[in-house]
């Protein structure tokens, strides 16, 4: 069995701080499939960007209309994951929304999607472990295995 920490992140929002603690694996599924939808119409939206005909004028409008909505609704999106996700932020909705400003809610965002999508943490400690597998083989290989005495 693999021990692990649970770490929890503090995020401030209209000058209080709110304490995030990773979810339990249903309840992050649930979180993320709710919003399956919303994100990927934002990025459906961005990836025909390049494919768009720009010289017909009903295709450009089509594109136009769904990066407008994606933006529009981003900031609210972002508040609805992190609410979903926080239930003390969510009992403080009114004071948030109320008080808080878009920056705030975008850094709140982020740490959420680092609890619901914890491969950064694990990647960066499979780099380092690799890192320190490739440097350990290079003393070996070359040899040098660190000071040695001789006698000449």
Known sequence: MVGMNVNS?????AGREYELKPLPIRRAREVRQRFANPV??????????PKTDLSDVNAM?????AVKLALVDSIDTCLELVFDFSEEMRADRERIETEAYDEEA????VEVLKLLYPFGGLLKRLTGLAALATSMSSVSASGDDGPTSSTT
Request: hydrophobic residues 60%.
């Open 9 to 13: 992140v503090k995020v401030t929002m």
């Open 40 to 49: 990927g119409k934002v990025i459906g939206a961005l990836k025909s960007a």
């Open 61 to 65: 409008g089509e594109l136009l209309d």
């Open 106 to 109: 975008l850094a709140a965002l």
